[in-house]
């Protein structure tokens, strides 16, 4: 570790927009929470915080912030005081490693349940604010329709709210870690308008194994099979003669297929996506009995009375964040038939950073259960290669346990 006149010299170069004393601060802010064992270190940080400390300052060396020391150093009251002053719960240092990462990899269990509740609190609330400007934003929208009948519907902004998930990138990101913006993995529509690539497998050339964006980021491939497998029985298994189900994101149909083994009466497809319906109707998914394809945005589908209901409804789409998966869970009470219908979903967002995930999971149970849905998790380990990795632009799932999510209607 840099000593710290050499932090101060680093400090100083890379923070010239903080004034010498709020500078000064913060390095003894840091020095402080180095050596949390000291018997006066909580107070000497209360005192440095109430003189204006930044609890949120990073060294310039580790990017380690006083939170990634508190949980170093197994401190848990610190990691509570400095998480309820300002510290950022999932702020990662230059290895892109957050606090609660640091804390993990010691086995300080205290120090990464706190800066667990704290990040899934944040989530929550953060989900709550979004939530809450998105009902703002319509009833503006409607007022301005009613005035303006001629209003373009592109204006509106689905889920564009600031929830706080995290991406693969590690990097200085802070509150909000996603793909850089121009990225087509970060843009739906944009998405939708870009060319797919499907490219088969070396072994057999008729089946398709992967499916990239023009950015080269990763739509689906095959490893996921085994997910897409023990989806398909958590979700079919003892369902009524003649079932309905619903999927929406076609991808390379791997779930769908499966879904048909189970002859499901009515089979609805949602996929907006012109290259993955050409494929679809390449494989003559248009003619066979029970399906339905709804080519169109799932956004649109569910204003469409015509979708109706399911006995099991499974998503799965590309290039959405958090924001937007919450968007389709508020629609699940009209999706589905009754107190037996089960969801999943593909839950692969944060599928790069254990500590990311693990808050993720608990929001979106949390959110689930808020409309009514009690969630079991399965754990899966999936088997990959590096290989499947080659030609793509960034991996999206690197983690050692998988959790699928099963919902039913809580009773
Ligand atoms: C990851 S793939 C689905 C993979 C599928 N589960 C399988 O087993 O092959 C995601 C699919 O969702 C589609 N998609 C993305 N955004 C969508 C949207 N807003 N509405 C409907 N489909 C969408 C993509 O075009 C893509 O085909």
Redesign the pocket.
């Known amino acids: 570790m840099a000593s710290v006149s050499e932090q101060a010299a680093h400090g100083a170069a890379s923070t010239s927009t903080l004034s010498t004393e709020q500078l000064e601060l913060n390095l003894a802010l840091l020095v402080t929470c180095q050596s949390p064992d000291h018997p006066r270190a909580l107070q000497s940080v209360k005192e440095l915080i109430e003189r204006g400390a930044d609890a949120w300052y990073e060294d310039s060396e580790l990017g380690w912030s006083s939170l990634h020391y508190a949980a170093e150093s197994d401190n848990a009251e610190l990691c509570s005081y400095l998480l309820s002053h300002g510290a950022i719960w999932n702020a990662v240092d230059h290895l892109g490693f957050a606090a609660a990462e640091v804390a993990f990899s010691l086995n300080h269990d205290a120090c990464y349940r706190i800066i667990f509740e704290e990040g899934v609190r944040q989530t929550v609330i953060l989900n709550l604010l979004g939530r809450q400007a998105e009902d703002e934003d319509e009833a503006a929208d409607a007022d301005a329709e009613d005035e303006q009948p001629q209003a373009d519907a592109e204006a509106d902004h689905p889920g564009g709210t600031a929830v706080a998930i995290a991406s693969d990138e590690g990097g200085c990101a802070h509150m909000v870690l996603q793909p850089e913006h121009a990225d087509l993995a970060n843009d739906?529509d944009k998405?939708?308008k870009s060319k797919l690539r499907f490219i088969p497998s070396a072994d057999d050339p008729e089946v398709v194994e992967r499916c990239l964006d023009e950015d080269g980021n990763m739509?689906?491939a095959a490893w996921?099979t085994d997910i897409?497998e023990r989806t398909t029985r958590l979700l079919c298994e003892g369902q009524p003669e003649g079932f309905s189900i619903l999927?929406?994101?076609?991808?390379?149909?791997?779930?769908?297929r499966l879904f048909q083994t189970y002859k499901p009466g009515r089979h609805v497809i949602?996929?907006?996506?012109p290259d993955?319906l050409a494929l679809m109707r390449s494989q003559g998914w248009d003619k066979k009995p029970g399906v339905e394809i709804f080519g169109c945005?799932?956004?649109d589908a569910i204003n469409d009375v015509q979708l109706g209901s399911f006995d099991a409804v499974f998503w799965?789409?590309?290039?959405?964040d958090y924001a937007e998966q919450r968007v389709f869970f508020d629609e699940l009470p009209n999706l589905l038939s009754g107190p037996q219908a089960r969801f999943s979903f593909?839950h692969g967002l944060a599928g790069t950073n254990a500590f990311f995930y693990d808050v993720l999971t608990r929001v979106a149970e949390i959110d689930l259960r808020d409309i009514g849905l009690e969630t079991t998790w399965f754990e899966l380990q999936p088997q990959l290669k590096e290989e499947v990795w080659e030609g793509v632009k960034r991996k999206y799932w690197s983690l050692d346990t998988y959790r699928l999510p099963l919902s039913t209607m809580a009773l």
């Open positions: 739906n998405f939708l739509v689906m996921e897409m999927n929406v994101g076609f991808g390379l149909g791997i779930v769908d949602v996929e907006a996506h993955a945005k799932w956004e799965d789409t590309f290039s959405q593909f």
